[in-house]
């Protein structure tokens, strides 16, 4: 977990950054960023890039920017920097966040350095590197050609400096429409890499920024600002994922083409993380949020960091998991059981155990003192001593899981069958000696009796049995409702659909299943929202934040993959 740097064996990226730290290449220190667009809300891919950028900050002692990449209005929103900021607070909370001296996470703007970028923009039009260009979007795109086919050069391509200083001053001024002019790159039409085939710099767009509002109408490109902000914060490493590789050329052509006086950032890129059931591009996102298909950004479903948090996957989990698949050059797919494995890993050690029971059938101890209920002794968590111990109610009717139940026993089954014996958890040994059943032949409750001489789950003449079950007193249970999530996708890969087929059609129906009336130990009547429990059993499970005083709703956050095997290697449906 956040293991230092010593002792680790090196990604490439940090075998790159520890070797300028080592020859003294930036006598400023090593500074990063983590660049999202306020476009959408994060997710687990991003959650790979801030662990990526903050861990570098974090491992040489340098700084990391969280930046808004914030060049478009039209999609983006105050709404999603307020995510953003806060889900890359709480990841990094207890980690990066003391080690960099943060007090507080303050998000820094592209668009904060609009009056920056402009004047860049008018220093390359003097020194002859950039034009004001009247292609309309559909001619820019004929003009740029293909891959395999060079581009043609624009008509406006040799405009003198004093008139695209002007008409650039006009553009800024708000004279001209939408997609009237744009500002261009003089670099080479015929190049073989097509983003150096005089890109466009700046746009415009009479549109309010959610961040500058309505002060511009002319809008940097993501390849103009993206470099020169780096350079503006002093960022010596700027990492991206593969994709962009094809934009180094450009993002070098700007800051050399400046003649700029302080040290230049580099561009490295890494491979995008890709996960099995899972899609990760925002846009899909979006589509699932705006289609109602899923709750909101922070459905637990989601692979969003939001949405993970509200599932109650913790901070330190994501992370582990990130430190675990490491940084490369080359893409592959994460399976999701590696993520689950990692939540399971963190929760194991700090979850508190407590008893639920979510398909409950009533067991009525003959023998024991009507009325009369007693205080046993739970351990908190086996895994942490400090975690202590609690009381629970014992009485004479409890709840059990149908599933340990079965009035037929096969071969394989040693839970609760008439005439037979298992222990109960923390209690007593506890004998199922008749099934009543209604009319319709359905079990309404079993009628038992107990050990006294039990008491704390043993047998004092060595009896042994075979199975521990878990229970809640009938008399002391509180109802919660729990949510059991499965995949969003039936398919390892969502976006894999023959042609025609649109991705909503591997959407999972079932991956939302409702038990609204399961009942729980009575110290789960209180628990703040987020909190994470393991049911013993059944799972992890969190409060969500939806919860009211008196009725708890509960999501599953894990299961415990080996005891739901077991009880659904029994025949059990699904839960
Ligand atoms: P999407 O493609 O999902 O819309 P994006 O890449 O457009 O995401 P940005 O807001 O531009 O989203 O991303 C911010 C940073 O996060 C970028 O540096 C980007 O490289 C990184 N990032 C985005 N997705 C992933 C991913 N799947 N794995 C690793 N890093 C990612
Ligand atoms: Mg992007």
């Known amino acids: 977990m956040d293991t230092p740097v010593e002792g680790r064996s090196l990604d490439f990226i940090r075998e790159i950054v520890a070797a300028h730290v080592n020859e003294k290449r930036y006598p400023e220190g090593i500074v990063t960023r983590f660049p999202p667009e ?3 809300y994060l997710h687990i891919g991003h959650a790979k890039s801030i662990c990526l950028n903050f861990g570098i900050a974090v491992d040489y002692q340098g700084r990391c920017n969280l930046r808004m990449d914030d060049t478009n209005p039209a999609k983006e929103e105050v709404e999603y920097v307020q995510s953003i900021t806060g889900d890359v ?16 996470v303050e998000p820094f703007f592209t668009s904060d350095y609009f009056d920056q970028l402009y004047a860049y923009a008018e220093a390359l039009i003097v020194k002859g590197r950039a034009y004001v260009c009247d292609l309309n979007p559909e001619e820019t795109e004929i003009y740029r050609g293909t891959p395999d086919k060079p581009g043609k050069d624009s008509p406006f391509r040799c405009r003198s400096v004093a008139e695209n200083s002007e008409l650039f001053r006009r553009m800024k001024a708000g004279e001209f429409p939408n997609g009237a002019r744009t500002l261009r790159a003089r670099i080479d039409m015929a190049s073989p890499n097509i983003w150096l085939r005089d890109p466009i710099l700046y746009r415009i767009r009479h549109a309010a920024h959610h961040h500058t509002g309505s002060v511009w109408c002319i809008y940097p490109m993501y390849d103009f600002a993206h470099c020169l902000s780096d350079y503006i914060e002093g960022i010596t490493h700027s990492i991206c994922t593969l994709e ?16 700029l006086p302080k040290p230049l950032p580099r561009q490295y890129e890494f491979a995008r993380l890709n996960m099995t059931y899972t899609l990760m591009s925002k846009r899909r996102l979006l589509e699932l949020v705006k289609e109602g298909l899923v709750s909101g950004w922070d459905d637990p479903r989601l692979p969003t960091i939001s949405g993970m948090r509200r599932r109650g996957y913790p901070a330190a989990a994501i992370r582990d998991f990130c430190r675990r698949i490491g940084v490369g050059k080359v893409e ?19 979850a508190p155990r407590v008893m639920v029971v979510l398909d409950p059938i009533k067991a009525v101890i003959d023998n024991y003192p009507e009325g009369s209920i007693e205080e046993l002794d739970a351990v908190n968590n086996p895994e942490d001593p400090s975690a202590g111990s609690r009381k629970i109610p014992f009485g004479r009717e409890l709840f059990i899981e149908a599933a340990d139940f079965r009035e037929e026993a096969s071969k394989d089954f040693f839970r609760l069958t008439p005439g037979r014996e298992v222990r109960l958890r923390y209690a007593y040994f506890l004998k199922c000696e008749r099934v009543i059943k209604d009319a319709d032949g359905r ?3 079993l009628r038992c009796t107990y050990d006294p001489a039990t008491r704390g789950g043993n047998s004092p003449d060595g009896r042994k049995v075979k199975a521990t079950i878990h229970w809640v007193s009938a008399l002391r249970a509180v109802e919660v409702e729990v949510r059991l999530y499965d995949k969003l996708f039936t398919t390892a890969d969502p976006s894999d659909v023959p042609e025609g087929v649109d ?57 415990l993959k080996d005891e739901l095997a077991k009880i659904e290697g029994r025949g059990v449906p699904r839960s």
């Open 38 to 40: 306020p476009n959408g």
């Open 89 to 104: 607070k709480w990841l990094i909370a207890g980690w990066a966040e003391g080690r960099l001296g943060l007090k507080d």
């Open 244 to 259: 962009f590789d094809v934009h180094r050329p450009l993002y070098d052509w700007i800051l050399n083409a400046l003649d």
């Open 332 to 350: 592959n797919t994460i399976d999701l059981s590696l993520l689950e494995f990692c939540v399971r890993e963190e929760l194991n050690r700090t």
């Open 443 to 445: 079990i309404v409750e």
């Open 503 to 559: 991705y909503r059609a591997n959407l999972n129906p079932m991956s939302l299943n409702i038990v609204p009336q399961a009942k729980a130990e009575p110290s789960l009547a209180s628990g703040e929202s987020g909190r994470v429990y393991q049911f013993e059993r059944r799972g992890y499970f969190c409060v969500d934040v939806s919860s009211r005083e008196g009725k708890k709703v509960f999501n599953r956050t894990v299961t």
